[in-house]
Structure formats: structure tokens, C-alpha cells
């Protein structure tokens, strides 16, 4: 098992390949198919510290923040799956959820030495290895907003990286 804090370097990111499993802490961004698009358009314009954003060496975990915890959504979601390609290129180096994803955003995370890890739905196990929880910006998007998270020994298996897929 590979251990990973965040923020990432780009020699932890370098060494990963499909198959690995991947222990990970510190903290990390959440957000999904409402608040995704709109982080995307911050990193475009270059205001991202507009909206105490800092992208540089971070995970974005698709999932929503609930008093229920915290589970994968499906990162295939033309709103979230679109994303990766921007957000890894304003520093995002690990994209984290679950489901099979287009061989263009394969390529597209390869180019910007990223990857995508899927994690197991477990929402009540994810629960108690999050230690903090704070809304970042977009509060009006409830459970939906960007929050960032403190999270410990989070297992996940990378499942894109260096142009490689598990689902290929």
C-alpha cells in the first residue's frame, strides 16, 4: 500500500500506476455535478483564490457532504467527467470516485500527470476516517457545495493513470 498526504508533489503522482492501492491523508476538496462547473469556470478566469480555492497538489473526491457521510458518486457524470481535464490542469492530481471513465479523459489526466482512483462505496466506514468538515464556497448548494474535508487512511485503487485504465 502506497501512503499519500496531501497536498501531493508531483514525483507521489509520477510513480502511481493502475492497480495501486493507495492510502490517503490530510485534507481534500469535495464536490460533484452542481458545484464542479462552477469551480471549473473559477480556475478558467484565474479566481479560484476569489473563493479561498487552492487547487495545487489537491484531491477532488466526487461526493456530497451529508449528515449521512460521505460515499463516491459516479465520476462518469458529464458535469464531473468534464471536469477532470481543466481541474488537473489548475493542479488537481487525483480525481476520486467510482465508475468507468471515456479513454479521452484518460489521456487527458496522463497529459497533466494526474490520476483517477475509484473508492469503495462505504459511506458509514469513509464517515469515520473524516475527521473535519467545512464548507468552502456555494454554501446555497447545501450537501452539493465545495467542502473541504480532513480525511485519514482513506483506501482507494488508482484506477487511470499514465494513459492506462482498469476498464480497458
Given amino acids: 500500500m502506497i501512503q499519500l498526504t496531501t497536498p501531493f508533489k508531483e514525483e507521489d503522482i509520477a510513480q502511481l500506476k ?8 490530510g485534507y481534500i476538496y469535495t464536490g460533484r455535478d452542481a458545484v464542479l462547473p462552477k469551480i471549473v469556470k473559477h480556475a478558467e478566469e484565474g479566481t479560484l ?11 477532488i473526491f466526487h461526493t456530497a457532504v451529508s449528515p449521512a457521510g460521505v460515499g463516491p458518486t459516479s465520476s462518469n457524470k458529464l458535469e464531473i467527467e468534464s471536469s477532470f481535464e481543466p481541474l488537473s490542469r489548475h493542479g488537481i492530481k487525483m480525481h476520486l470516485g467510482k465508475g468507468a471513465i471515456k479513454p479521452e479523459t484518460v489521456k487527458a489526466l496522463a497529459k497533466n500527470n494526474a490520476v483517477f482512483a475509484i473508492i469503495p462505496p462505504v459511506t458509514a466506514l469513509l464517515g469515520s476516517q473524516t475527521t473535519e468538515k467545512e464548507v468552502v464556497c456555494y454554501p446555497e448548494l447545501g450537501m452539493e457545495a465545495l467542502h473541504r474535508i480532513k480525511v485519514e487512511n482513506y483506501k482507494a485503487i488508482i484506477a487511470a493513470a499514465k494513459g492506462e485504465s482498469i476498464y480497458e
Fill in 18 to 25: 493502475v492497480g495501486d492501492v493507495v492510502s490517503i491523508s
Fill in 49 to 59: 483564490f476569489d473563493v479561498n480555492v487552492d487547487l495545487q497538489g489537491q484531491v
